[in-house]
């Protein structure tokens, strides 16, 4: 690339779904990650930013710049009633590409949308309606990787191109077309900048992988949970990422030592599976990386990685019915490609991987996942809102390696995006007034650590939380409020709200105040709309509670 070149920077956001803290091999996991590993080693890794703990809200606020409430995704894509609950992108938002649109962006998103309730026929709230000029992926949250529901492009269905070729993997197919997109803008568009969406939705369930992936993972959890967990902290500690006076939390309370754990076999193969999926969604961001050399273009593009909530904890409990799956959810199909019925929920006389399984990895390994973290995807302890960050930028972030520990959550993408690229915040969308950008631009950062910013909050489920500097308030629902020091103990496992009463009522206050602002519903209400409205399968409702 011409080095005089004054063209505005390029910028590819790479979100992942449902990947805990330590999974990558730069945050100390035992994935093979060589092409994230190179991001995070000629870029910076953020130790302390934080997602909003669930699939779709984390989606609409890393999109819009706000609070997944402001946005209408309160919980999921299902029409809860109030607003704020509606399951849709609402007209008071905008996106990140339809901000771009300003400074002459192309658009582009490849993989996972789910911010939409209505998942077959295009409303506004879909991609190509919400700033995007080429789309291709699911509108659905979840489903097979052989043979997805709701396969798009564009506006139309696509799910033939799945069931025709037997080599279809969405993954690939994410990765591909993302790779596919940067190449046909620089031969059409090679003076414009672009932005590139790129949702995979590995490693969500259901464990679906290659065998020559599986097959690389064999035997490297044999250690067990425990034992990897301690070698996980050990290692986060030693790259700098964790302070050593963060202890490691407790195995999770339900599960049991590695050492009495029953089933082994299945087991392993659980994490086996998981580890190919997040190796092969690597393997894909080699490839897009290898599109923009090839392109001349990556020396300018602003990369960003990052994952949706923390470790999902989801059992998918034998006997989950089809119907469940299939008529109300839309993630599942009741048969393969090749017409082989699906046993769908955790059986351990059955291994996970091929395409008639429909199986998680349950709650100890999510345990590993988060490590050294409490709790998982749903709530906003440690261990639910902490993602791994890395970003990529040889023209703009000039540190190699870098570490920063400076907090940041969600809003902040979207004014950092706009902040590179120069472009201001819209304040109206087809002629409605859109909400105030709630995020502040992480840009400083790419110069030196820092760490004022202005407060933080969560909501989801009940579950909630307010971080002021080094104090975090959370609360697990619908228990009590809990304090800690973030600096001292991040790992919360030291709860100081009884020693700071005042602290605990002037931060609930502020929360209370957010939340009053931003649609935030008390959890109860949200619940009744939710089970008379029969929203949500049975199974699910329970995960929610």
Same mark, same amino acid.
């Given at each position: 690339?011409?080095?005089?070149?004054?063209?505005? &920077?390029?910028?590819?956001?790479?979100?992942?779904?449902?990947?805990?803290?330590?999974?990558?091999?730069?945050?100390?996991?035992?994935?093979?990650?060589?092409?994230?590993?190179?991001?995070?080693?000629?870029?910076?890794?953020?130790?302390?930013?934080?997602?909003?703990?669930?699939?779709? #809200?984390?989606?609409?606020?890393?999109?819009?710049?706000?609070? !997944?409430?402001?946005?209408?995704?309160?919980?999921?894509?299902?029409?809860?009633?109030?607003?704020?609950?509606?399951?849709?992108?609402?007209?008071?938002?905008?996106?990140?590409?339809?901000?771009?649109?300003?400074?002459?962006?192309?658009?582009?998103?490849?993989?996972?949308?789910?911010?939409?309730?209505?998942?077959?026929? @295009?409303?506004?709230?879909? #991609?190509?309606?919400?700033?995007?000029?080429?789309?291709?992926?699911?509108?659905?949250?979840?489903?097979?990787?052989?043979?997805?529901?709701?396969?798009?492009?564009?506006?139309?269905?696509?799910?033939?191109? *799945?069931?025709?070729?037997?080599?279809?993997?969405?993954?690939?197919?994410?990765?591909?077309?993302?790779?596919?997109?940067?190449?046909?803008?620089?031969?059409?568009? @090679?003076?414009?900048?672009?932005?590139?969406?790129?949702?995979?939705?590995?490693?969500?369930? @259901?464990?679906?992988?290659?065998?020559?992936?599986?097959?690389?993972?064999?035997?490297?959890?044999?250690?067990?949970?425990?034992?990897?967990?301690?070698?996980?902290?050990?290692?986060?500690?030693?790259?700098?990422?964790?302070? !050593?006076?963060?202890?490691?939390?407790?195995?999770?309370?339900?599960?049991?030592?590695?050492? $009495?754990?029953?089933?082994?076999?299945?087991?392993?193969?659980?994490?086996?599976?998981?580890?190919?999926?997040?190796?092969?969604?690597?393997?894909?961001?080699?490839?897009?990386?290898?599109?923009?050399?090839?392109?001349?273009?990556?020396? +300018?593009?602003?990369?960003?990685?990052?994952?949706? +909530?923390?470790?999902?904890?989801?059992?998918?409990?034998?006997?989950?019915?089809?119907?469940?799956?299939?008529?109300?959810?839309?993630?599942?199909?009741?048969?393969?490609?090749?017409?082989?019925?699906?046993?769908?929920?955790?059986?351990?006389?059955?291994? &996970?991987?091929?395409?008639?399984?429909?199986?998680?990895?349950?709650?100890?390994?999510?345990?590993?996942?988060?490590?050294?973290?409490?709790?998982?995807?749903?709530? %906003?302890? $440690?261990?639910?809102?902490?993602? &791994?960050?890395?970003?990529?930028? #040889?023209?703009? %972030?000039?540190?190699?390696?870098?570490?920063?520990?400076?907090?940041?959550?969600?809003?902040?993408?979207?004014?950092?995006?706009?902040? %590179?690229?120069?472009? !201001?915040?819209?304040?109206?969308?087809?002629?409605?007034?859109?909400? @105030?950008?709630?995020?502040?631009?992480?840009?400083?950062?790419?110069?030196?650590?820092?760490?004022?910013?202005?407060?933080?909050?969560?909501?989801?489920?009940?579950?909630?939380?307010?971080?002021?500097?080094?104090?975090?308030?959370?609360?697990?629902?619908?228990?009590?409020?809990?304090?800690?020091?973030?600096?001292?103990?991040?790992?919360?496992?030291?709860?100081?709200?009884?020693?700071?009463?005042?602290?605990?009522?002037?931060?609930?206050?502020?929360? $209370?105040?957010?939340?009053?602002?931003?649609?935030?519903?008390?959890?109860?209400?949200?619940?009744?709309?939710?089970? *008379?409205?029969?929203?949500?399968?049975?199974?699910?409702?329970?995960?929610?509670?």
């Amino acid at each position: 690339m011409n080095q005089n070149d004054t063209r505005k &920077p390029d910028i590819v956001l790479i979100l992942n779904d449902d990947m805990g803290y330590s999974d990558l091999g730069c945050y100390g996991g035992e994935i093979q990650t060589p092409n994230l590993d190179r991001l995070a080693a000629n870029g910076l890794r953020f130790t302390q930013f934080y997602n909003t703990a669930r699939c779709s #809200p984390s989606r609409a606020s890393l999109l819009t710049g706000l609070h !997944p409430h402001q946005t209408g995704v309160g919980v999921l894509t299902y029409d809860m009633g109030p607003e704020g609950y509606a399951g849709n992108l609402g007209k008071n938002c905008v996106t990140i590409p339809q901000a771009l649109k300003a400074a002459q962006y192309k658009t582009y998103m490849s993989g996972k949308w789910h911010v939409a309730s209505n998942l077959t026929e @295009p409303t506004d709230t879909w #991609p190509m309606q919400r700033g995007f000029d080429e789309f291709f992926g699911t509108i659905i949250g979840a489903g097979s990787f052989y043979d997805p529901n709701t396969l798009t492009r564009g506006n139309e269905n696509i799910e033939h191109e *799945a069931r025709d070729d037997k080599d279809f993997f969405y993954t690939d197919a994410i990765s591909d077309q993302a790779a596919d997109y940067i190449r046909e803008h620089a031969r059409l568009h @090679p003076d414009q900048p672009f932005f590139e969406y790129v949702a995979y939705t590995a490693p969500h369930w @259901p464990l679906h992988a290659h065998d020559e992936d599986i097959a690389k993972y064999k035997g490297r959890f044999d250690q067990g949970w425990d034992a990897l967990r301690a070698e996980r902290l050990k290692r986060l500690i030693g790259a700098g990422i964790l302070k !050593p006076q963060w202890a490691l939390s407790e195995r999770d309370p339900t599960q049991p030592p590695w050492t $009495e754990a029953q089933e082994k076999a299945w087991l392993l193969r659980c994490m086996e599976v998981y580890a190919a999926q997040v190796d092969r969604m690597d393997q894909g961001i080699g490839r897009i990386i290898d599109a923009l050399e090839e392109t001349g273009r990556l020396d +300018n593009t602003f990369i960003i990685f990052l994952s949706d +909530n923390g470790a999902c904890a989801e059992d998918i409990p034998e006997g989950v019915t089809v119907d469940e799956l299939v008529n109300k959810l839309m993630i599942a199909k009741a048969r393969t490609r090749a017409g082989d019925e699906i046993h769908f929920g955790n059986n351990p006389a059955i291994m &996970p991987g091929p395409e008639n399984t429909y199986q998680s990895y349950g709650v100890a390994w999510a345990n590993l996942s988060n490590t050294p973290f409490r709790l998982y995807k749903h709530w %906003i302890h $440690e261990g639910g809102i902490s993602t &791994p960050l890395i970003c990529h930028w #040889p023209r703009g %972030i000039k540190e190699k390696g870098g570490i920063r520990h400076a907090p940041g959550y969600l809003p902040d993408i979207m004014a950092t995006l706009l902040d %590179i690229a120069g472009t !201001p915040y819209p304040q109206s969308w087809e002629g409605n007034p859109v909400a @105030p950008l709630e995020g502040s631009s992480l840009r400083p950062l790419f110069d030196a650590d820092g760490l004022d910013r202005p407060p933080m909050f969560w909501e989801h489920e009940g579950n909630a939380a307010v971080r002021i500097g080094k104090w975090k308030l959370v609360r697990n629902y619908p228990g009590p409020w809990e304090l800690y020091d973030m600096e001292e103990d991040r790992t919360e496992l030291h709860d100081l709200a009884g020693r700071h009463p005042d602290r605990v009522r002037d931060m609930a206050a502020q929360y $209370e105040t957010w939340a009053a602002r931003c649609g935030v519903l008390p959890r109860e209400k949200v619940l009744a709309i939710m089970k *008379a409205q029969s929203s949500a399968p049975a199974f699910w409702e329970k995960e929610g509670e």
